[in-house]
């Protein structure tokens, strides 16, 4: 069983910053993609940044310049470092990861979700 575990969420006013953390556990053999998708409330989930195992990182345009995603792999950990936080950053985040991946696919795990609120 493969758990992903989101920290670091919260309330904060525009302009400042949040650091969210997912941590990767269980029975893992490989991983691919890790990355941040987004909800918010009436809206589609989207990506906000992605960062695979090879290649360069995706970024959503709304977040491009103000968003930074890294990983650490020897720790499965995958962190979004968000500053000059907005209002329209609003949303539940939600960890997203590709592992265990074989010559048929990878399979696609999915965090709780951490609320970030932005606050003007």
């Known amino acids: 069983q493969v758990q992903l575990v989101e920290s670091g969420g919260g309330l904060v006013q525009a302009g400042g910053s949040l650091v969210l953390s997912c941590a990767a556990s269980g029975s893992i053999f490989n991983i691919d993609a890790m990355g941040w998708y987004r909800q918010a409330p009436g809206k589609q989930r989207e990506l906000v940044a992605e960062i695979p195992s090879g290649g360069p990182t995706k970024y959503g345009d709304s977040v491009k310049g103000r968003f930074t995603i890294s990983r650490d792999n020897a720790r499965n950990t995958v962190s979004l470092q968000m500053n000059s936080l907005k209002p329209e950053d609003t949303a539940v985040y939600y960890c997203?990861?590709?592992?265990?991946?074989?010559?048929?696919?990878?399979?696609?795990?999915w965090g709780q979700g951490t609320q970030v609120t932005v606050s003007l």
């Open positions: 997203n990861a590709d592992l265990n991946c074989s010559p048929a696919g990878c399979l696609g795990y």
